[in-house]
């Protein structure tokens, strides 16, 4: 009767047999319909579905193929394995920044996220990524790293100027070094109503995550933290991802505080925030 294993080689080795047990898991198919659905010939199909009669994953009625429970229980457990390689391939080359800290995180949560990482010849597409996603929003909070290349901060502080609502937790070395990027268009920017600078000292996956959160989308900037380069963002519309990302904010916000006049005294020495 052969093994697990090369049941499950022979569905990963033919995209058309993956095909025919997602197209059956929809319901019943004609052989035609399977064959313009997977684009396999009709020599193939034949071959297929007699494979799949063989195993008794499928039944035939006429001229009508349909999944037996056998095959929909293979179909629903394969296709769950196809997900989670598809998501794996997406985020492998940047699991090492991911945030192992920020309680509840789940890859799961960014099984539909964009991942931007610098490609060959071109290094810069994380960080016009998170220059997108704050020009495209009217509000953004979050913490961490998510805006400390320069370009990004540039980008920020343009856009609080312009009326976004900005509210961010920084830890006081990244807001140190984001103050001496650009001590006077940083101090212009947090002078705005609309802008509140928070401080924690313990954030989590501070050396290597930032967390932001926007209009429509959430997103993790990856830093390598020996180099401090920006490795990848990750950003995602799902409403799962949102709740986490807002719980682990809102958790971390309770727990931060506002900047006091002294610290705005010695943090902009010669642009004094009011």
């Known amino acids: 009767m052969g093994s697990a294993l090369e049941d499950i080689g022979f569905l990963a080795r033919s995209e058309h047999r993956m095909g025919v047990?997602?197209?059956?898991?929809?319901?019943?198919?004609?052989?035609?319909?399977?064959?313009?659905?997977?684009?396999?010939?009709?020599?193939?199909m034949g071959r297929i579905l007699g494979d799949f009669e063989?195993?008794?994953?499928?039944?035939?009625?006429?001229?009508?193929?349909?999944l037996t429970p056998l095959g929909a229980f293979v179909a629903d457990w394969f296709t769950g394995l196809h997900e989670a390689m598809e998501i794996e391939r997406r985020l492998r080359d940047v699991w090492r920044w991911l945030p192992r800290e920020m309680a509840g995180f789940s890859i799961d949560l960014f099984a539909d996220a964009v991942v931007s990482y610098p490609g060959p010849g071109y290094p810069y597409e994380p960080v016009e990524r998170v220059?997108?996603?704050?020009?495209?929003?009217?509000?953004?909070?979050?913490?961490?790293?998510?805006?400390?290349?320069?370009?990004?901060?540039?980008?920020v502080c343009r856009c609080v100027v312009d009326g976004m609502e900005y509210e961010y937790i920084y830890s006081p070395e990244i807001l140190q070094a984001t103050i001496d990027w650009d001590p006077e268009r940083v101090a212009t920017a947090a002078a705005c109503e609309n802008c509140t600078i928070l401080l924690h000292d313990d954030l989590?996956?501070?050396?290597?995550?930032g967390l932001g959160i926007f209009d429509d989308r959430i997103g993790i900037c990856c830093h390598d933290a020996s180099t401090g380069m920006l490795e990848a963002v990750i950003d995602t519309d799902a409403l799962e991802a949102?709740?986490?990302?807002?719980?682990?904010?809102?958790?971390h916000r309770a727990e931060s505080r506002p900047i006091s006049a002294t610290e705005k005294a010695d943090l902009f020495p010669e642009h004094v925030v009011a």
Not at 131 to 155: I, R
Not at 204 to 209: E, G, S
Not at 242 to 251: G, K
Request: glycine share 6%; net charge negative.
């Open 54 to 66: 063989d195993r008794r994953w499928i039944v035939r009625e006429g001229s009508i193929y349909e």
């Open 204 to 209: 989590p996956d501070a050396d290597r995550c």
């Open 21 to 44: 047990l997602t197209a059956l898991s929809d319901g019943q198919r004609e052989r035609h319909e399977l064959c313009r659905t997977t684009g396999a010939s009709s020599a193939t």
């Open 131 to 155: 220059s997108h996603l704050v020009e495209e929003t009217s509000a953004m909070c979050g913490f961490g790293t998510t805006v400390f290349k320069s370009v990004n901060n540039e980008t």
């Open 242 to 251: 949102r709740e986490w990302a807002t719980s682990v904010y809102d958790r």
